[in-house]
Structure formats: C-alpha cells, structure tokens
C-alpha cells in the first residue's frame, strides 16, 4: 500500500531557500534595470559603466537560480514526489525553468537585454507564489497518482516558459513599433525610446518570438496529448470540456492562429506579435483565474 | 489554410482582391470558394473558434456539469431562458459553434487538396534554375576565386554539387545558355510533407471523434461490497449512448464487489485526513466464446481502471453504505439492507435518504447523516472530524405524510419532498432526532416501529465507459504533432553555386524563418574555396 512520508522540516527549508533566492532577484533586477538605463543615457561615461552593472546582474541571476533550483529540489524531496502538484509547486517549478532556458539561451547576444524582464517575472511570480498560493507540502490526491503528472505537467511547464519567453519579445517588438512612442515628445518617452533602440531591430525580435513560439507550440500540443491520455486513464473519457481542457484548447487555438498570422500577408509584424501577447494573456488566465474561480475537474491549487 | 511559412512569398491572398463586373453563378462560387480557402479566412475562423470555446467555461455545460445547469436555472430563470435559447449550456455541440469548425474544416480541406498535387509535383521535379542575380537572394557570399579556378569552374561545381549531395540536397547541375554551368540544390521537403500530414491528420482527429462518438457509450453504477453488477442496460443506474449505440452492443459480463478499501493520511501531521488511495476488490466474470465463464479477480484504483473485453471500468468515487433494518409496530421487516449515503465534505459527513412506503402504519420517509468519526461544534451541530469510521454515528430526522411514490413519477432516491410530510423527529418537531452507534436498536416515534444500525459498508461508483473511436484519436493526434514537428522545425532551403565574375558565388534562400541561413552559405563557400576562415562577406539582408 501507498506510505507517503512527507519531510515537513526540509520543506520549510525549501521556503526559506526561496526567500534567499528572491533576495538575489531582486539585486539581479537591479542590476539589469541599471545597466538598461545607463546603456540609455546620453552621456558617453554613463554608458560606459552599464556593462559592469550587466556582468553583476548575471552573477546574481545564476547565484538566484542555483538557489531557485536547490529550492525546487528539496520541495520534491520533503513531498517525495516531482514538485509541480499545486499552484506554489507549479509556480516555483516553472519559474525556476524561464530562468534556467533564459540561462542557455544567454548565448545569443539578442537575448541579453529581456534579462531586466526574466528576473522581474521571475521574482513577481515567486512573490505571488510564497504570499498567496503558498501550500504546506503535501500527499498526492489519487486521481494525481500517475506518471503523466510527471510528463503532462513538465511539458505544460516548458511551454509555458517558452511562450513567456516569446511573449517578452513581442512586448518589446510592439513597443519598438508603437508609432505613438516615435512621436511622443515628454523627455520620459525619449529615455524610453532610447531604451527600446538597445533592443534588437524588429525584424530580428519579431524572429525571436516566433522561434520561442513554436517550441511553445509544439510542446503545447503535446501537452495537450498528454492530458487527453491522463484524461482517459483518471477521468473515462479522453476530453470532456473541463474548463481547463477548454482553456488549453483556446491556447492552442489562439497560437495555431499566431502561427498562421507569420505566414499571412497583412497579418505579419504587429497583428501576430499581439496575437502572441494573447496567447499568454489566456496562459496566465488559465493559470490563475482559472484555476482559483472556475469550477472544473482540475482543482489542483491546493487552496481552500 | 495550410501554412505556407513563406513571408516573402505574398502569393496566399492576392486572389482575394479578384474583381470583375459580371461573374455569374459559377464565378461567384468559384469566388466564395477562394474567400473561404485563403488563408486570411482560416486564420479568422481560428480565432473565432477560441473566442466561441470562452462562455462554454464561463456557464456550466450539460455535458460536463448537469448539475451546475440546474442550479444556474434555479438561481437566475430568466436569465438561464436566454442563455439556453442560444445554446449557452451546449456551447460544443451548438450550431454557432459546429458553423465555425464546420467552415474551418472545410477551409482546411480545399487548401491541402491543391497543395497536396503541387507538392507531389514538386517532389518529382528537380530543383528550380539558378537565378540571374544570386546578389539578390537573402542570404549571399562571393569569394575571390583564383584565375585557375575561374578557368576550370567545371571542376569546382562538380564538387559543390557532390558536397550538397552529401548533405541531402536535391542536386541539379545545369549548363545555361550563356555556357556558364551552375548548381541549383534544394532540401527540406519534409517541411512541406509535415505541413500536409499534419492538416490531414487533424481531419483524422475529427472523424475519429465523431465516429468513435456516436459507437460508444458509458454507463454510471454505484455498486456496495457484496453487491454484484450485471452489464445490460438494466444494470444501470445512468447511462449515456452514442447516436451509433445498440444494447446488444454491451460485452455481457458481471462484476462484484468484495471489498473496497480507503487508506487516509493519519501520519504526517499537514495531510492528516487525505486520502491517499482508494481500491475496489473486484471479481468479474465474462463468458467465454464456448459458452463457459472465466472469473478474475483484480483491483480498480483512480488512475488504474480494469479493462475488460468491450469495456473499461473506472473508479470515480465512493462513500459510506450503513446497514439499516427498519421493523414496524408487529416487528415485521418494513426495510432492510445497506443504503448509500451521499458525501458532503472530505471528513465524509454522509447524508442518506430512506423511504418506507409500506410498514405497518402511516408512509414515512427519515433523513440521515452518517458521522464516520463524529464530533459536536460549539453550535451543538454534529459533524465529522476524519474519513474513517473511527467512532461512527448515525443521526436520524423522521417525516411522515405522503412520500409522493404513487403518482407514478420517476424520483430522486437520494431526495425527499418533504412538502406533503411533517416532521416528527428531529428539528423544531418536539422530538429529539433519533442517535445510534453500530449494533444499536432505537425506537421509531409515534410507534412507527425500531430502526437498528446493524454496520457498516462501503460503496463504490463504478463508470463503464467504451470508445472505439479513442485510440485513432490518439494515432491521428500523434500524427498530428509529428507533422506540425517537421513542419515548423526541418528548414527547407534553395542552394544556388556558381562562378560569375571572376568569383565563386554562392546565395540560398529560405521558406520561412531559417536562422542558419547565413552560415550555411558560409560553410559551402569556406568548403568549395577551402578556406575556412575568411570570405569577403556581401550579403543584403
């Protein structure tokens, strides 16, 4: 039979280990939101003290993630079981992946500049998740007592990040052509400017996203396979219109129709990069709205 | 509404724009047809379909949640009235909704079609000739070749052709009519194949689910230990068809149940109270082709349902069954046996409904709560405070009057219409309501007789669902995703190398987003010059 030892004490200190790395975000985000604003500026020796301020933001943004990791991991271990079962698990899991590909993908120097919006996500999501949807470790409900959990939940997680991702560059190509901002006159619009013109031109942002958003994708849909299949096993039936199988379905939609909008004429550029940005929207709606106030079969949060 | 991932390519909508005085009848279909097969059209009806999915999450649908409906009835009528008249509690089966998806897939299929027999043509075609200005092309490297190379440029396209051979391009060497000799090489036509399998597939999807659908059907039991359930129609408690759907389409086989078993967490102070498995004991029985039966014992779990011939049975939920013997004023049985009880929270606070319409004396119909491990609030209310039947109690509020059974009208089992009874125990009647533990016998008021509480029994609801259609779902999903893998991530490329002026020139050109474009012109070029380190690089994009 199922013996399900929970380590209370080594989850708190999971917790703990979580406000340590929130700490380090924070002067991470600092760090970035200088560097981008020096890179800004119009004097030349401002400017030349912003690459200093970008090599200690990411010190501080791998230091964070080696502790957001450790933090996930001993979460897994106090539960005996993959940390992703609720909304604080789910949350802490995810945002722990965004920094890690973040991480990778470093590589590319068009990526470097999202760094003030991965580690500000990053620390607003752990915030979230430690003050409102924070849950003390816990067993498994038997209807989550199944490997798809691992893979379902994973993949789900993954898309999510990498569709986070994508939607950062959307922003930033949205606000690159935001013909209002061209013209505004205030000097804050300037400085503005002069921040989004370190961005990558459009048409290189407009790549980025699109790249971002079709791993999403393609993981998306396998998330959406998997579910089908859980589905089947836990549920007698493969898709019912649960409201989160009508949500994921939405997604799924809503990015087929990006996908469709990059090769359709007069749909390219802006009309797909908001597209994208709704894609997310809905991901961010179906992961907290949903979860906390529809009624469904997915009632996971672990909140009462 | 196939992708055609091509953002230079602005070919898709250019019809749309068609326009002439006197079309005629055909004219205006073949134009309607252009219109709903573009791709601008797809990609509207796609997010019009995920923004018709959002009220079915918003109103509670018949299909996922009858209840929810009732309520939503209950608590707004007019309101409900209006939403229903539109189909608001079927959203997926609605006609606004089937119009969308309806449309989209018949999109779908006059843009596969076409794209099927131009791909097929393409696939036998060699690669398209080289263009006169390679300098136009996205990606484009020239390398100063030396005059003997220039001399004997033969020599250096027979081995560009060779080495893009190697990496799986579609080679041809053409010689133009200026004499000059040039290769032209093409790869990636997966990419293409991919795009086609996966809208194919998607329509497998579609066909799967709505034939699968109409042959399957699942049925709802709720089944106490030592209770046995027969696979027909009778056996029933609900039961949902397809439209496909014939009775003696039901695999004959029985199940009992011996024994269900709960484990709650007692152990880790965080979790005390939550369940951490449920498992059903079960013996069924299915009769073999010769006319002989096979018993077979097994456990139904949560995740893990039993998988019969014809059909799979899951465990979707369970809960208390107290043994009850109702005896009149002569001491004559008037009910026996166990009787489910309703949970209404995790401790399992249980509520049952008992109807004796033929005892001795006047109908009457009794209230009940089970307490499996009970407990009194401040208020003095009972409640449950752990799953298990630790230290059970049953409580009891007794009605008498007309318990409405003779009209003839179907009821609810586990409700009671109070509204021609009055109480006699329990409440604001005067009477206290009746309490007992296992093994107690109580007195009944106004001498309707005892009730005795003779034990304890668990239920299990059992679903029997099957659905020939599900694992073809499956197939033409994987399908699916393993066409909409190739499609967006094998790069389908044009490779053009030739020698003009006195250079070696070599430029490609991508069906979409191809972020190795450049490199790969570079590492042709620093492999045919045999130079790996500079080119002079000239490059438009």
């Not at chain 1, 989550?144 to 930033?172: G, P, R």
């Not at chain 2, 029994?457 to 694992?471: E, W």
């Amino acid at each position: 039979m199922t013996n399900m030892q929970l380590n209370e004490g080594l989850s708190q200190i999971s917790l703990l280990v979580v406000y340590g790395a929130m700490a380090i975000y924070t002067f991470s985000f600092l760090a970035f939101a200088t560097n981008l604003s020096r890179l800004a500026s119009n004097k030349d020796e401002t400017r030349a003290t912003a690459s200093g301020a970008e090599k200690f933001g990411t010190v501080m943004l791998i230091l964070a993630g080696i502790l957001h990791g450790v933090a996930v991991a001993l979460r897994g271990i106090s539960a005996n079981r993959v940390p992703w079962a609720n909304m604080y698990e789910f949350t802490l899991t995810g945002s722990f992946i965004v920094v890690a590909i973040y991480l990778i993908a470093m590589r590319l120097k068009d990526v470097r500049l999202i760094a003030t919006f991965i580690s500000g996500v990053t620390l607003l999501a752990l915030g979230l998740a430690t003050s409102i949807w924070y849950v003390q470790v816990k067993t498994l409900m038997p209807a989550l007592q199944s490997y798809w959990l691992v893979i379902h939940v994973l993949v789900a997680v993954l898309a999510t990040a990498f569709f986070n991702i994508a939607a950062a560059f959307s922003v930033v190509y949205l606000l690159r052509s935001a013909n209002w901002l061209t013209k505004a006159k205030a000097s804050i619009f300037g400085f503005a400017r002069r921040v989004i013109d370190l961005f990558p031109t459009s048409d290189k942002l407009e790549k980025l996203a699109y790249r971002f958003n079709i791993i999403g994708f393609i993981l998306w849909s396998f998330t959406l396979i998997a579910g089908a299949i859980w589905a089947e096993r836990a549920w007698h039936r493969y898709w019912g219109w649960d409201t989160k199988e009508v949500w994921t379905f939405i997604i799924w939609t809503i990015y087929a129709g990006y996908l469709h909008a990059n090769a359709t004429r007069g749909w390219t550029g802006k009309r797909s990069a908001w597209l994208s940005l709704v894609g997310f929207v809905a991901i961010l709606f179906n992961f907290t709205i949903v979860n906390l106030f529809f009624k469904g079969l997915h009632v996971y949060s672990g909140l009462k | 509404m196939v992708i055609s991932s091509s953002r230079s390519r602005a070919t898709e909508t250019a019809s749309t724009e068609a326009q002439s005085p006197a079309i005629g009848l055909l004219g205006w279909a073949r134009w309607i047809w252009r219109q709903l097969t573009s791709m601008r059209t797809a990609l509207i009806l796609l997010l019009m379909l995920a923004a018709a999915a959002v009220p079915g999450s918003i109103y509670p649908q018949r299909s996922a949640d009858p209840n929810g409906v009732t309520t939503f009835f209950d608590n707004n009528p007019d309101f409900a009235k209006i939403l229903d008249s539109i189909q608001m509690f079927d959203v997926y089966t609605s006609a606004w909704f089937s119009a969308i998806y309806i449309l989209l897939f018949i999109s779908l299929i006059g843009c596969v079609i076409p794209r099927t027999f131009v791909h097929a043509r393409n696939l036998r075609e060699e690669p398209v000739e080289t263009p006169t200005n390679l300098r136009r092309m996205p990606a484009f490297l020239a390398s100063n070749a030396s005059p003997e190379t220039v001399r004997d440029s033969k020599q250096l396209i027979t081995s560009a052709a060779e080495l893009l051979r190697k990496q799986r391009y579609r080679v041809a060497v053409r010689e133009g009519s200026n004499g000059e000799t040039t290769v032209s090489a093409e790869r990636g036509y997966l990419r293409e194949t991919g795009n086609l399998v996966f809208h194919i597939a998607l329509l497998g999807v579609l066909f799967a689910v709505g034939i699968g659908g109409g042959y399957s059907y699942n049925g709802q039991r709720v089944v106490v230990e030592g209770e046995t359930f027969v696979n027909n129609l009778a056996g029933y408690d609900s039961f949902s068809p397809g439209a496909f759907f014939k009775p003696e389409m039901l695999t004959p086989f029985s199940m009992t149940l011996d024994k269900f078993e709960v484990q709650f967490d007692l152990q880790n102070r965080t979790n005390i109270g939550t369940p951490l498995d449920f498992r059903a004991y079960v013996t069924s029985r299915i009769q073999n082709g010769d006319g002989t039966t096979t018993d077979k014992k097994s456990v139904i779990r949560v995740n893990e349902p039993l998988e019969l011939p014809g059909s799979h049975v899951y465990l979707t939920g369970n809960g208390y069954a107290p043994v009850i013997t109702i005896r009149d004023k002569n001491g004559d049985i008037a009910f026996s046996g166990p009787t489910e009880y309703l949970p209404q929270d995790k401790n399992y606070t249980s509520l049952g409904v008992i109807k004796v319409p033929d005892g001795a004396g006047p109908q009457f119909g009794i209230l009940s709560f089970f307490y499996p491990t009970q407990d009194k609030l401040t208020t003095g209310a009972r409640t449950s405070i752990y799953p298990d039947p630790l230290d059970p109690l049953l409580s009891m509020n007794v009605y008498i009057g007309d318990l409405g059974l003779d009209s003839g009208q179907p009821k609810n089992v586990f409700e009671l219409d109070i509204s021609k009874m009055k109480q006699v125990a329990g409440g604001k009647s005067g009477v206290k309501g009746l309490e007992m533990v296992p093994g107690q016998t109580v007195k009944l008021p106004k001498d309707l007789g005892t009730v005795t509480f003779e034990g304890i029994k668990r239920f299990a609801s059992l679903d029997v669902s099957y659905n020939p259609g599900g694992i073809w779902v499956l197939f033409f999903a994987l399908l699916a995703l393993a066409g909409v893998t190739l499609s967006l991530t094998v790069p389908r490329r044009r490779v053009w190398v030739a020698v003009r002026d006195s250079e070696l020139q070599v430029a490609a050109l991508a069906r979409g987003d191809d972020p190795a474009l450049e490199k790969i012109v570079a590492e042709i070029s620093a492999e045919l010059t045999g130079d790996k380190s500079k080119s002079s690089k000239e490059s438009d994009d």
